[in-house]
């Protein structure tokens, strides 16, 4: 153990070992200084990767209420994010084409994030005709932006923090699922103002007026704040690449990293003993697609449906609660066995069982213990525990891949966007072009 004791000794003895251990202490200290404000500049960096699209979906109990596509804005707004994967396909082809700085074009994505947080607040709610119907495209173009940031971030930002010492890419990660809690807590704050009134009325042709009361602040309020995170982030970013003093941790790295690419080459190969049966391997491919088919197509798109029969409070909680078991789900693993392909398949036929009861929610009429407690009670704890579950699943099954040979981890992308595609288009014609889910009328009882 270092013993700072004898250093004070041998200092007060000699006055140049005395003006020496001075400049190491001082130096020490810098150091430590330098590596904790390295933490936090890259926790708000890696909160900006999905911040737009959490926190646009966070406010859909809001937005759905005055929205011209209502209840099935949600299926426009995952097929939009699904649209955003162009983006890392343009990164890749003009990659060939030309070259260009990472962190260049980084900081042009955080801008134009920060210059679509800041008009969202002013524009999401202006309307346009489109193919004769009446859309929120101000709402929809901004969401596109959103999701370009995120789906690129997966291609430029990982790489990048890969310059830096391994600690760093824990502490990105644990910006990225902030990126989902931080503005589910402030929606909590927020609240959804209530369930609709209604209001007799002879006005109306129906009799009577829908009331929806006010949240304690609303959509513009919260992307103010939002935007406020997105310039925090911006000018986090900028301090990461642009101050000198952490370019010694990239510099230190590089050296440790060849050093070790090196003495891996002069290792024999081992057998791996994690490696996994091709039966296995194909199995776990297939579950996965089937669990972003629902995880990031479906499950999100018909959500209003399951939810809004028992009322706005009810899908503001499912909303902002799932929102926030996302990252806690990915945070339980590090001390959770989660490798083991039983309990993988164990949770997977458990998922089922609440995918079936969100599913019946959204589907059946009249919706099961509809304007009931118990009601919105079981669906806030479904949907909860269902998006517990897929977070989960997704992460162990990733978890097994990191440890197989070859392209496992492409695979792995591969089919979570594949799934996610499929279930998205396929949640946008069912709502949209069939009438299986209907929009329930929340005075239609009154």
Known sequence: MYNTDIDNELAEETPLLK??????????????????????????????????????????????????EQWSLPSFMVIVIQIGNIGPLLYTVFQKWTRFKDSSLIAK?????????????????????????????????????????????????????????????VTYFIGEGLSGLVPSIVALGQGVGGDPICIASNTSSTGYT????????????????????????FISFLLLDL????????????????????????QPFKHNPNKISTFNYTYLLILLG????????????????????????????????????????????????????????????LSVIFTIYVFVTALVFPTPLQGTSIGAVLVVISWVSLVGLQS????????????????????????????????????FFLINFSTIFRQIDPCSST
């Open 19 to 68: 003006k020496l251990f001075n400049k190491a202490r001082s130096i020490e200290k810098l150091s430590i200084k330098g590596s904790a404000l390295l933490h936090f500049l890259i926790i708000f960096f890696g909160i900006s990767a999905w911040l737009g699209v959490n926190s646009t979906y966070i406010q859909l109990p809001l937005l759905v209420a005055n929205a011209p």
């Open 109 to 169: 994505i955080l801008f134009l994030g920060l210059i679509a947080s800041i008009l969202f607040a002013f524009v999401y709610n202006q309307t346009a005709f489109f193919l004769r119907k009446e859309r929120s495209i101000a709402l929809l173009i901004l969401v596109f932006v959103f999701a370009l940031v995120g789906c690129l971030s997966s291609v430029l930002f990982l790489p990048y923090i890969g310059k830096f010492k391994g600690i760093y890419l």
């Open 210 to 233: 829908i009331y929806n009361p006010p949240p304690k602040f609303g959509v513009e309020t919260y992307f103010g704040f939002i935007s406020c995170l997105f310039f925090i982030s």
């Open 243 to 266: 101050l000198p003093t952490f370019k010694d941790e990239r510099a230190r790295e590089a050296k440790e990293q060849q050093k070790f690419v090196e003495i891996s080459n002069d």
């Open 290 to 349: 089937i669990i972003c088919t629902f995880a990031n197509g479906l499950s999100p798109s018909i959500q209003s449906y399951s939810c809004l029969p028992y009322g706005n409070v009810a899908y503001h909680l499912t909303v902002t609660l799932t929102s926030i078991v996302n990252p806690t789900a990915c945070f339980a693993a590090y001390f959770i066995p989660h490798k083991s392909i039983r309990m993988i398949t164990t949770l997977a036929i």
């Open 392 to 427: 989960f699943i997704r992460l162990a099954i990733t978890s097994i891949f990191r440890e197989q040979a070859g392209r496992s981890l492409l695979w792995i992308g591969s089919v979570t966007q594949i799934g996610s595609f499929i279930g998205s288009l396929l949640a």
